[in-house]
């Protein structure tokens, strides 16, 4: 089994970058490109920019433009929002790492509130507690005439 | 928790939820809202968004909306897939024939397009008024344009004038403004 897993892996991690390094698809590349007037992805769209643009993807794939030559050359028509994901690098990066970052801040405090309640509960658990004399005779008057 | 961590840990919070309402009063008070059509359309006259654009017709070439100080300005803003855009070309042209002399300019903004279409579109209605191409769109939001084609009046001073004119301005309904618009921007008795 574990022969299986790992000859699959070896096998995704050969032919995964074959395959991104093969031609672009169209329908990949209208899910990764906005439209500039309705601001859905082009594949949601079917207003006359969007419909234009597809042709334009077509027309280059079929050209041979990779899928980073189509997207720059739309991103020097229509500006870095025309993709739907910002790239990762520059002040762009921020949009992928700052989620991350908020995401790693949120496990760390779970996990400090987690300890200091688990601690505070423990605590808790173990301290002997005293009662009132008074209250404490009258809870086993009360005890002893309830077992009678 | 301490209490004096919880009394900070509530205090940041608090903290941050009237830092977001005061940025939402913010925005709703001083925000950009519908840009310079808004000022327009409450009565007000205010100084036209300035930008400096790339020529549609010269690959190199700057133009900017202060170039023209002095002009009575006609700015549309159009793109080659829009259908009334095709409809007014001609009226716009022969605005700019008609006024050039008296020292109108029509400025038209190609927006949300692709370059090579824009071109094609120029040469085949004949236009010889300045375009300049904003394929990002990044002016419409400071003009408050909403769609394809919008049409603005810059008089002598820089000041937005008149309505702006949503549509062809060759329809019926947007004639009489188109006219009084020109009339605004080149300083003549409405």
């Not at chain 1, 897993?5 to 032919?15: G, I, W």
């Not at chain 1, 980073?68 to 910002?86: C, D, N, R, S, T």
Request: aromatic letters at 8%.
């Amino acid at each position: 089994m574990i022969r299986f897993l790992a000859a699959a892996f070896v096998t995704l991690a050969l032919v995964g970058p074959a395959a991104a390094a093969g031609p672009p698809v169209q329908a990949d590349l209208e899910a990764e490109i906005v439209c500039p007037t309705c601001k859905t992805t082009l594949d949601q769209s079917s207003s006359p920019i969007a419909t234009r643009m597809k042709d334009y993807i077509r027309v280059h794939i079929a050209a041979g433009d990779s899928a980073a030559e189509i997207k720059a050359q739309l991103v020097e028509q229509f500006g870095p929002a025309v993709l739907a994901e910002p790239p990762k690098r520059g002040f762009d990066l921020l949009a992928w790492l700052l989620p991350l970052g908020a995401l790693a801040v949120g496990v760390v405090v779970v996990a400090v509130l987690a300890w200091t309640w688990s601690r505070r509960r423990d605590g808790d658990g173990t301290a002997e507690r005293t009662l009132d004399p008074d209250l404490e005779r009258r809870v086993d008057e009360e005890l002893a005439r309830f077992d009678d | 928790m301490t209490g004096r961590a919880k009394t900070v840990g509530q205090g940041i919070a608090i903290a941050a939820v009237i830092g977001l309402l005061a940025l939402l009063v913010w925005k709703l008070a001083f925000g950009d809202g519908q840009g310079a059509a808004g000022s327009l359309a409450k009565g007000e006259n205010p100084v036209a968004p300035a930008f400096t654009l790339s020529r549609l017709d010269a690959a190199d070439g700057k133009l900017s909306l202060s170039d023209l100080k002095g002009k009575a300005v006609v700015v549309n803003f159009w793109a080659s897939w829009c259908i009334p855009c095709k409809d007014e070309a001609p009226a716009l042209q022969k605005t700019y024939e008609q006024y050039g002399k008296q020292g109108l300019v029509v400025l038209g903004v190609d927006a949300q397009d692709f370059r090579q279409d824009a071109k094609r579109f120029v040469k085949r209605f004949g236009i010889t008024y300045p375009v300049v191409y904003d394929g990002s769109g990044s002016t419409l939001g400071k003009w408050g344009v909403t769609g394809f084609p919008e049409t603005f009046f810059v008089d002598r001073n820089g000041r937005l004038v008149g309505q702006r004119i949503q549509g062809g301005i060759d329809t019926e309904r947007n004639r009489k403004a188109y006219d009084e618009g020109v009339r605004l921007a080149l300083g003549e008795p409405t």
